[in-house]
């Protein structure tokens, strides 16, 4: 099974050559899930919600699990941010902000890390943490994923700022409820990282994977527009973790980092 995740889209900022390439990229991968972690547009226009809808129209009909990114928030319509900060989401992406995939072996919870009184920062309250831990636990899936848009964790020290506000205890309780790999974008630096470097004591297997900006021209220093790729290979009880960044070079999209992570096993089998 392949799951691909689009962070950072922020349409309004997308670049014509680069959303051409990333289409036919994912054409080709054929993926069984789409994933959006968030930050869909710049400004959160009806405008930039529909170029959205244009763009998902061009990739294979299989099912989008999205969760919105604080950019995906009025920022100057400050009526709209407090009255109905998600009005024009909703219209794209339904009315559920913290969705639910689940096929019986793949299980991915969205959360909705944004808060409408922050411009930039996010987290997770602790209704939240406990809500993500009833699915984690009621499932019986074999790979258990939860995505947000901001991050659990940083490779940067100047990245520590927008780590969630909450992160620790979402972690050690998620984690503890079967979570192998958490989702997530808004710093547009890709990375994978084992969870328990920074979160000592948490189940061995714990990931994070960080997705890049996918579309836009707002990249990061000379990190190149990057989406992940993630596989989940039964036979070998194995996850697949894939970077695939555009190389400008005639390519297009390119796989440039593989991590392959063991699937946990349930609970009651560990030790």
Same mark, same amino acid.
């Given at each position: 099974?392949?799951?691909?995740?689009?962070?950072?889209?922020?349409?309004?900022?997308?670049?014509?050559?680069?959303?051409?390439?990333?289409?036919?990229?994912?054409?080709?991968?054929?993926?069984?899930?789409?994933?959006?972690?968030?930050?869909?547009?710049?400004?959160?226009? &009806?405008?930039?919600?529909?170029?959205?809808?244009?763009?998902?129209?061009?990739?294979?009909?299989?099912?989008?699990?999205?969760?919105?990114?604080?950019?995906?928030?009025?920022?100057?319509?400050?009526?709209?941010?407090?009255?109905?900060?998600?009005?024009?989401?909703? &219209?794209?992406?339904?009315?559920?902000?913290?969705?639910?995939?689940?096929?019986?072996?793949?299980?991915?919870?969205?959360?909705?890390?944004?808060?409408?009184?922050?411009?930039?920062?996010?987290?997770?309250?602790?209704?939240?943490?406990?809500?993500?831990?009833?699915?984690?636990?009621?499932?019986?899936?074999?790979?258990?994923?939860?995505?947000?848009?901001?991050?659990?964790?940083?490779?940067?020290?100047?990245?520590?700022?927008?780590?969630?506000?909450?992160?620790?205890?979402?972690?050690?309780?998620?984690?503890?409820?079967?979570?192998?790999?958490?989702?997530?974008?808004?710093?547009?630096?890709?990375?994978?990282?084992?969870?328990?470097?920074?979160?000592?004591?948490?189940?061995?297997?714990?990931?994070?994977?960080?997705?890049?900006?996918?579309?836009? &021209?707002?990249? &990061?220093?000379?990190?190149?527009?990057?989406?992940?790729?993630?596989?989940?290979?039964?036979?070998?009880?194995?996850?697949?973790?894939?970077?695939?960044?555009?190389?400008?070079?005639?390519?297009?999209?390119?796989?440039?980092?593989?991590?392959?992570?063991?699937?946990?096993?349930?609970?009651?089998?560990?030790?």
């Amino acid at each position: 099974m392949r799951l691909i995740q689009l962070s950072d889209l922020h349409f309004g900022t997308e670049q014509p050559a680069v959303v051409a390439a990333l289409v036919a990229r994912v054409q080709q991968l054929q993926p069984d899930v789409i994933l959006l972690s968030g930050d869909i547009t710049q400004r959160a226009r &009806r405008a930039q919600f529909a170029a959205c809808r244009r763009f998902l129209n061009q990739l294979p009909a299989v099912p989008v699990l999205a969760v919105p990114g604080n950019h995906d928030l009025p920022l100057f319509n400050l009526w709209q941010r407090f009255s109905q900060p998600y009005a024009h989401y909703r &219209r794209i992406f339904g009315h559920r902000l913290a969705p639910v995939y689940d096929n019986g072996d793949v299980l991915v919870v969205g959360v909705n890390t944004t808060r409408p009184g922050k411009h930039v920062d996010g987290g997770f309250s602790a209704a939240t943490i406990a809500s993500v831990s009833q699915y984690l636990r009621a499932s019986t899936a074999t790979v258990k994923i939860v995505m947000g848009h901001h991050p659990v964790d940083a490779v940067l020290a100047t990245d520590e700022q927008n780590v969630a506000a909450g992160a620790e205890a979402a972690v050690r309780a998620w984690t503890a409820a079967g979570m192998q790999l958490y989702l997530a974008g808004h710093i547009h630096y890709p990375f994978f990282a084992d969870l328990e470097h920074r979160y000592p004591g948490i189940p061995p297997q714990c990931w994070t994977a960080q997705a890049g900006t996918a579309i836009s &021209r707002r990249v &990061r220093a000379d990190i190149a527009n990057s989406f992940n790729v993630i596989e989940w290979l039964p036979q070998q009880q194995m996850l697949c973790l894939q970077r695939w960044d555009d190389t400008q070079v005639g390519g297009g999209f390119t796989r440039v980092a593989q991590q392959l992570i063991a699937v946990r096993q349930p609970p009651a089998l560990r030790g």
